[in-house]
């Protein structure tokens, strides 16, 4: 009897996860995305490949094999190339078919482009993390080579193709092309206005003017990509003013091998299956992107996009762990009860699935105005005083979720042989990608101090909608009152928080969430505790757990 015990010691496990439609078993996503009129039957489509339990062990065996990077051949020859495990290769091209590298800007998504995309996003986040560097990144750089028509003209079409193309070749020979950046280097890091990496103007017979860089990057990513948009000081402007944008190619145009030396790649906490490497560029071949001098204004058209992109991807992380969380504590039994029906942990599990509630809620609202900030100014003024502030709170929000789930599952949340160790390594990285916490504080008080009437009226549209729910007005008040205060920098952090908290409950209106007041009274009343599982949800609990992983 003991004998047969042993050999069937999974009594009392959850089974595994997967094949699961992680966009229909996630109602706060499919009700955002039938309120912004998408088309909720391919985005299920979506969520089952995204979801299915090949996919999800795709994601594992990328991370459990990393990429290496290969400088030289056996002969000493020049090779700069990173080789990846046929798994990463694999997620890419799903992605890459699904769209999500250029759908916003192909015209193949009428309603909604951003939304629908920052949808695929979110779900294939939640596959694995690490292959979304160089998608995204494609994506954003639209928004920089817009600046210069005639070259985004000429690249475009390998640009929107759905076919992923990972041979080291001159980007006009392949079928499909992935752009990286780099931006920052070891003396400056996030003030790039620091560098030093120069540019030297070249005219060629043909009237074909480049220019050849010389300098190097601290961070490159990622190394694997057809060209990278690269920042560096104009060599015939004064000092200090010359900083550009450049458009670098892997390969030069008579198709030699770019001179782009890759250093070794970075040993990351996580993020294992990307590629994110140090660089020296020895007179390499470019082309200008924009203006002379107007580097950072050229650029952050794409940081506004990849800024975005970190917001929804770690929504989508933050839903990943709840839902391997939910699954485990339906499906495991302590002390003759479900998990799921033990008052504490229920308490727990509901008040995570009331922070996923608003902060979904809050990035589809930001992707939507997105999608309408052409055309309508105030769309554009709330995309811009809210971006860094969605950032900021979505992606510091991140790693405590995802802990709170992992110790959901106890010591198996903690071994190497389930996936939220992994989550957990990767669930800080997108605070510091696109600009740190202080970074995206400041980025709010400068989007406040360059446009004040549009930002005050910005909160005040805030207040009037999240007031509905909660009352709002003395945190606004004091908002308000520390803008405008000599402290205002000191208390960045507090405005930038605060800021997104009215928010996320204003688009938890803007929803018809029957939510709002409870997530108004936990997150904004007094007496508020700072751990999950402290605020008093009431007969929301049941609710609030069955919208985050539907049965």
Not at 90 to 108: C, F, V
Request: net charge neutral.
């Amino acid at each position: 009897m003991t004998s047969g015990l042993l050999e069937d010691a999974s009594f009392n496990q959850s089974p595994a996860f997967g094949d699961v439609d992680l966009f229909s078993a996630d109602r706060p996503l499919a009700d955002a995305a039938k309120r912004l009129g998408l088309d909720t039957k391919a985005l299920a489509a979506c969520g089952r490949d995204y979801g299915s339990a090949a996919t999800l062990d795709l994601g594992r065996i990328a991370n459990e094999n990393p990429p290496k990077l290969r400088t030289m051949d056996g002969k000493g020859n020049r090779l700069d190339l990173v080789e990846f495990h046929p798994a990463y290769h694999a997620l890419m091209a799903k992605s890459i078919g699904h769209g999500i590298h250029a759908s916003a800007h192909d015209g193949s998504e009428p309603q909604g482009p951003l939304a629908s995309r920052a949808v695929r996003l979110y779900l294939a986040t939640q596959a694995e993390s690490g292959h979304l560097c160089p998608i995204t990144m494609t994506h954003a750089c639209v928004g920089a080579l817009a600046a210069e028509p005639a070259l985004l003209k000429k690249w475009r079409p390998k640009i929107q193709s759905r076919t992923y193309d990972p041979r080291p070749l001159p980007w006009w020979e392949k079928k499909g092309v992935t752009l990286g950046m780099g931006m920052t280097e070891r003396q400056g890091g996030t003030d790039v206005r620091a560098n030093i990496t120069s540019a030297a103007p070249i005219s060629s017979q043909g009237g074909g003017d480049h220019v050849e860089i010389t300098g190097h990057k601290w961070f490159m990513s990622a190394p694997m990509c057809d060209a990278f948009l690269v920042l560096a000081q104009a060599r015939d402007r004064p000092e200090g003013s010359g900083l550009t944008c450049y458009l670098m190619p892997r390969y030069r145009p008579d198709g030699g091998q770019n001179n782009l030396r890759f250093q070794r790649l970075k040993d990351k906490l996580g993020n294992k299956s990307n590629a994110s490497s140090e660089v020296e560029f020895h007179a390499a071949y470019a082309e200008r992107v924009g203006s002379e001098g107007a580097g950072v204004r050229t650029i952050i058209e794409m940081v506004n996009l990849t800024r975005l992109d970190c917001a929804i991807a770690s929504a989508g992380q933050m839903r990943i762990a709840l839902s391997q969380a939910l699954h485990h504590i339906r499906n495991r039994s302590v002390f003759q009860r479900r998990l799921a029906d033990q008052p504490a942990m229920r308490a727990v599990a509901a008040d995570l699935a009331l922070e996923l509630e608003a902060q979904v809620a809050l990035v589809f609202r930001l992707a939507q105005a997105a999608d309408h900030a052409a055309s309508d100014p105030r769309e554009a003024a709330y995309a811009r005083l809210l971006t860094p502030a969605v950032k900021f709170l979505v992606c510091k929000s991140t790693p405590q979720v995802v802990y709170e789930s992992l110790e959901c599952l106890g010591g198996n949340g903690y071994t190497e042989d389930l996936p939220m160790a992994r989550y957990y390594r990767e669930a800080p990285l997108n605070a510091i990608w696109e600009g740190s916490g202080n970074v995206m504080a400041l980025d709010v008080l400068r989007a406040a101090g360059r446009h004040p009437d549009a930002a005050m009226d910005t909160l005040s549209r805030l207040v009037r909608t999240a007031t509905q729910a909660f009352n709002v007005a003395p945190l606004a008040q004091a908002l308000e009152r520390t803008l405008k205060s000599a402290d205002a920098e000191r208390r960045a952090r507090f405005l930038c928080e605060g800021l997104a908290r009215i928010a996320a409950l204003a688009a938890l209106v803007e929803a018809g969430s029957a939510f709002a007041p409870l997530y108004g009274e936990t997150r904004l009343g007094a007496g508020h505790f700072a751990q999950f599982g402290t605020a008093d949800l009431g007969t929301a609990e049941m609710q609030l757990m069955d919208r985050a992983l539907a049965t």
